[in-house]
């Protein structure tokens, strides 16, 4: 792609990789040209994960303070790399309550692009209970320095634009994306993942 990284030219790009208007327990899904081309480029970034291991390095030499944790599933229904740097403070709440604050960012197989967001995750020790994450796209005082470190690094290393909000939430109708039916996809679950917290 020339750089046009429009929902449009988006979309034009998911269409060479998922199958239209099919959905994801239909047998044609997975034997579709689509989606066989989705599978051989999984496969081939699992190959050749050279500039990703050379990032992660980077953000642990720059971030030793905190923990950076590569979440990458490229063999399921992901099309991106996923690092997750947990900040190192954890906060502690009233009633016995820790909240993890972490800086997220994916990065799509499918296009030089990417998304990095804040997840604040609550749970009990004691209690052995966690809460479901609250998700930031925009910027959050909480997180902001961090960010703004990995998202340098990221930009150096890996050479990808951020997508703006306004794109990543661009319905895309006529695909099935890993758990998200059809009708109800949105570019960063084609282009990324669905599984995001």
């Known amino acids: 792609m020339n750089e046009d990284f429009s929902p449009p030219r988006l979309i034009e790009l998911l269409h060479r990789y998922y199958p239209l208007n099919l959905h994801g327990d239909n047998e044609r899904y997975g034997e579709s ?43 399921s229904d992901d099309n991106c790399w996923r690092v997750r740097v947990n900040l ?16 997220v960012v994916l990065v799509s197989i499918l296009a030089p692009v990417y998304v990095l967001y804040s997840s604040f995750r609550r749970y009990h020790l004691v209690e052995k209970k966690s809460w479901p994450s609250e998700t930031f796209y925009e910027d959050v005082p909480e997180t902001k320095s961090y960010a703004d470190k990995v998202e340098a690094i990221i930009r150096d290393v890996l050479h990808v634009h951020r997508l703006p909000n306004e794109t990543l939430f661009t319905p895309v109708p006529d695909i099935q994306c890993g758990n998200v039916l059809l009708g109800n996809a949105k570019l960063i679950d084609c282009l990324f993942t669905d599984d995001r917290w």
């Not at 999984?42 to 390095?57: D, E």
């Not at 190192?88 to 800086?103: A, C, I, N, S, Y």
Request: with cysteine.
């Open 88 to 103: 190192p403070e954890v906060l502690r709440l009233p009633g016995g309550q820790d909240e993890v604050r972490t800086v």
């Open 33 to 75: 040209e689509q989606s066989q081309r989705m599978l051989q480029l999984r496969a081939q970034a699992l190959k050749n994960p050279t500039s990703w291991r050379g990032l992660l390095a980077r953000l642990r030499e720059a971030l030793p303070e905190c923990k950076v944790e590569d979440w990458t599933v490229l063999f």
